[in-house]
Nanobody
């Protein structure tokens, strides 16, 4: 099983920056795509950014040019650098990973517990 632990959330003023970190631990045959989702109060969870094991990235239109996702495969860690933050970026940010379990050898996914990002105007 794989466990994901996020850190780096907090309160920041509009225009500021934050860096989120998600560390994966546990046992897996391989970790494939990792990504960040967010859920604002009263809204559905939405994809923010995703990165493949090979480094290909994809972003929500609302964060393109402001957020950067990266990963360190040796550390099983994914990062989200968030710049030029806006009040509408306020949400709980969740880390997600697709992985191949060892026994049985099947595709599974895991979620972190979430970290709150609050952007004040």
């Amino acid at each position: 099983q794989l466990q994901l632990v996020e850190s780096g959330g907090g309160l920041v003023q509009a225009g500021g920056s934050l860096r989120l970190t998600c560390a994966a631990s546990g046992i897996a045959f391989s970790i494939d795509a990792m990504g960040w989702y967010r859920q604002a109060p009263g809204k559905q969870r939405e994809l923010v950014a995703v990165i493949s094991s090979g480094g290909s990235t994809n972003y929500a239109d609302s964060v393109k040019g402001r957020f950067t996702i990266s990963r360190d495969n040796a550390k099983n860690t994914v990062y989200l650098q968030m710049n030029s933050l806006k009040p509408e970026d306020t949400a709980v940010y969740y880390c997600h990973a697709n992985f191949i379990a060892i026994l049985p050898r099947i595709a599974r996914d895991a979620w972190g517990q979430g970290t709150l990002v609050t952007v004040s105007s």
